[in-house]
């Protein structure tokens, strides 16, 4: 089955450093997300993609729908104590109606 | 608007026992979802129910697993026999009809451990 690979798997950082993270996938998606999992939480949507090559922003997020439509990043700039969580990216195949989601890179902020 | 309830948050069982896990999602929502996260990995879809028809049960392990939603509103995920690999955090989530599939609410999960 179609199947994401995300990187890091994990980040340790510093308050107020920049974060970048990507995600790469064996097939072409029409859609690709970013969430992110607090413990204990399920995922909430960050930001949506929909377009080969689009980027979008949303607050210090910032996102890009890779030109081959086989891969995303994720960047995360001036990084705050609450950035710490799991990120996730998911892509939507618009012939199957459900979304494949890659295993997750978990942010760590050292204070 | 109150977010997707799930019960109960934690629940731990042994091998062979029989869990039950209940949702009840956000009130309008017609499309509900439950999914698989294993400890270390993104969500699975097992089961996504229209109302309360299935529409994807693609990757929900038949032989133990079974779902159902009947009156449109709340649903039941049950394990049967359950095994040391169903240890995992099962999450609902839930919809507006007609939206795009990404568009869902996540509840809290419930996360299982089997002995």
């Known amino acids: 089955g179609q199947q994401l690979n995300q990187s890091p798997q994990s980040m340790f950082i510093q308050e107020g450093e920049d974060v970048s993270m990507n995600c790469t996938s064996s097939s072409i998606f029409n859609t690709w997300l970013w969430y992110k999992q607090d413990p204990g939480e399920g995922p909430v949507l960050l930001i949506a993609?929909?377009?080969?090559?689009e980027l979008t922003s949303n607050g210090r997020l910032t996102a890009q729908f890779g030109i081959t439509r086989k891969d995303s990043f994720l960047n995360i700039s001036a990084s705050i104590p609450s950035d710490v969580g799991i990120y996730f990216c998911a892509g939507q195949d618009q012939g199957a109606q459900k979304l494949v989601f890659g295993q997750g890179t978990r942010l760590t902020i050292n204070p | 608007e109150a977010g997707v309830a799930q019960s109960p948050r934690y629940k731990i069982i042994e091998k062979r026992q029989s869990v039950a896990f209940w949702c009840n999602p956000i009130s309008g929502h017609a499309t509900l979802y439950w999914y698989q996260q294993i400890l270390g990995q993104g969500p699975k879809l097992l089961i996504q129910?229209?109302?309360?028809?299935?529409?994807?049960d693609s990757q929900l392990p038949k032989d133990r697993f079974s779902a159902e939603r009947l009156k449109g509103v709340d649903s039941t995920l049950k394990i049967q026999p359950a095994k040391l690999e169903d240890s995992a955090v099962y999450l609902c989530?839930?919809?507006?009809?007609?939206?795009?599939?990404?568009?869902?609410?996540f509840g809290p999960g419930t996360r299982l451990t089997v002995t």
């Open positions: 993609l929909y377009k080969a090559g």
């Open positions: 129910f229209q109302n309360n028809g299935v529409v994807d």
């Open positions: 989530a839930s919809s507006r009809l007609g939206l795009a599939v990404y568009e869902q609410y």
